[in-house]
């Protein structure tokens, strides 16, 4: 079974330190990608990072960092000097690519507060 | 370059109603993917559109829901006879293409959030 699972419902950091949002997954697929998604109280769905399983490195795009360790099957996100406006929930989510399309399976999501 | 269109934002229907959501995908893509999400939980995938067809729609309920995506025009989600349970964000996603990578990346729109009386 497709499964992504976040253990942490609710997460609080103080300003200008460094966060890590966990991110277990179960597949049998072997290839698949995997993603970050920010969502603020607005409701919108903001795309953060990638990580394709074939990926040597892993990915970093600014303050975001996934830290991919494929054998534990974990996708952690790393979010550097956190900033007031990081405040949102945010969704892991994975695309097996057996279907030959990124059809995106998500985590319930961890809610992230910044504190001043 | 527009993103993502929805319409409604919001919407409100009694008991047994009809609700027709709108996705107008970004200008040159041709996939489109719809989500629901549950007050407090996690995106779940509803069905995969391409102009035309429906490719995957496993994730649909087999009573009451319908998509299309026609060959001109934007992509609908209709849900008939709406029940409270059906009350949630409805997202639409679309992409350019299929297969691996980032560059099939998909796009969220913002979402519709439809409340059942």
């Known amino acids: 079974a497709q499964k992504i699972t976040q253990t942490q419902p609710g997460m609080f950091v103080q300003e200008k330190e460094a966060v890590t949002l966990d991110c277990t997954y179960d597949?049998?697929?072997?290839?698949?990608?995997l993603f970050w998604y920010k969502q603020p109280s607005s409701g919108e769905m903001i795309f953060l990072i990638y990580?394709?399983?074939?990926?040597?490195q892993n990915a970093t795009e600014g303050r975001y960092s996934l830290n991919f360790q494929k054998a534990r099957k974990s996708a952690n996100l790393v979010i550097s000097a956190s900033q007031l406006g990081d405040s949102a929930m945010y969704f892991c989510?994975?695309?097996?690519?057996?279907?030959?399309?990124?059809?995106?399976?998500f985590g319930a999501g961890t809610r992230l507060a910044v504190h001043p | 370059n527009a993103g993502v269109m929805q319409n409604p934002r919001h919407l409100v229907r009694r008991r047994g109603q009809e609700a027709r959501l709108r996705c107008s995908p970004m200008?040159?893509?041709?996939?489109v993917y719809w989500y629901r999400q549950l007050p407090e939980e996690g995106l779940k995938f509803m069905v995969y559109?391409?102009?035309?067809?429906?490719?995957?729609e496993s994730g649909m309920p087999k009573e009451r829901f319908s998509a299309e995506f026609p060959k001109e025009g934007p992509s609908i989600l209709r849900i008939q006879q709406v029940v409270r349970g059906d009350s949630a964000a409805y997202f639409c996603?679309?992409?350019?293409?299929?297969?691996?990578?980032?560059?099939?990346?998909?796009?969220f729109g913002p979402g519709t959030r439809l409340t059942v009386l």
């Open positions: 597949t049998s697929d072997p290839s698949y990608g």
């Open positions: 990580q394709g399983s074939y990926d040597q």
């Open positions: 996603a679309s992409s350019p293409g299929t297969g691996r990578g980032d560059d099939n990346e998909q796009f």
């Open positions: 989510a994975m695309s097996p690519f057996s279907g030959g399309y990124n059809k995106l399976i």
């Open positions: 559109l391409q102009k035309e067809n429906i490719i995957d």
């Open positions: 200008k040159g893509h041709s996939h």
